[in-house]
């Protein structure tokens, strides 16, 4: 595998089911994101890990739960989630240095429906 | 805050030159970004720009002027497969901030 992977693709769950999304870098990088990208909105930057430690938490519900555990996988737990939640979700990783952000390589996407 | 504006959509001529304009207000800045994203698919980095001035790479050039907050993507001898959002980016400390995009078609 080369870049940044996702799993699954596609995923349709129910306001009260439980899933998980993967995302998995294999490029070296040293910070990974999740993004929240819905139509017509700019991509919304949900979180962001650099070397496993979260370091931004752009105010999201708590429905939503990310995992780092090392600098190559990142989780994204979803609970209890609504309606309007349902959007294309993207995992990025980037090889940040003395805290500037350099380019992101974004995996493919997880598209979210909420039934 | 944090702010982004890029017109939403634009139409060019295949083999023509088309120029998206960005221009920023965000706290922070060390760089500007473009990134193109077909339908369907996950973005994909084309341009950095950190100094002022305009990096030329193949048919894409990307111009940035720190002190008016501008930037503007550039992109010759369309092509049809150039049909895709070309989304400006800022980065800042440790994350990046971007536009809604702007969505371009090129017909023949």
């Known amino acids: 595998e080369t870049g940044v992977t996702q799993t699954p693709r596609h995923l349709v769950m129910g306001m009260t089911n439980k899933k998980s999304l993967k995302c998995e870098q294999h490029?070296?990088?040293?910070?990974m994101y999740w993004y929240k990208q819905s139509a017509k909105k700019p991509l919304e930057l949900m979180f962001v890990?650099?070397?496993?430690?979260?370091?931004e938490n752009n105010s999201v519900p708590s429905r939503f739960s990310p995992e780092c555990p090392n600098s190559s996988h990142l989780f994204l737990h979803l609970h209890t989630l609504q309606p309007e939640d349902s959007a294309l979700y993207l995992c990025?990783?980037?090889?940040?240095?003395?805290?500037?952000?350099?380019?992101?390589?974004f995996g493919p996407g997880t598209r979210l429906t909420v039934t | 805050g944090q702010n982004i504006d890029q017109p939403t959509e634009m139409t060019a001529t295949e083999g023509a030159i088309v120029q998206i304009n960005c221009t920023y207000q965000?706290?922070?800045?060390?760089?500007l970004f473009w990134y193109q994203q077909h339908a369907g698919e996950a973005p994909t980095f084309l341009s950095y720009?950190?100094?002022?001035g305009l990096e030329e790479k193949g048919r894409f050039s990307s111009f940035l002027s720190r002190s008016k907050g501008y930037s503007y993507l550039l992109l010759k001898e369309l092509q049809m497969k150039d049909s895709a959002s070309y989304l400006c980016?800022?980065?800042?400390?440790?994350?990046?901030?971007f536009g809604t995009g702007t969505k371009l078609q090129v017909i023949p």
């Open positions: 890990y650099n070397f496993k430690e979260q370091t």
């Open positions: 980016a800022a980065g800042g400390y440790q994350k990046v901030t």
């Open positions: 720009n950190v100094l002022d």
């Open positions: 490029l070296g990088h040293n910070a």
């Open positions: 990025a990783s980037s090889q940040n240095r003395a805290s500037a952000t350099y380019e992101q390589y």
């Open positions: 965000t706290s922070g800045f060390n760089g």
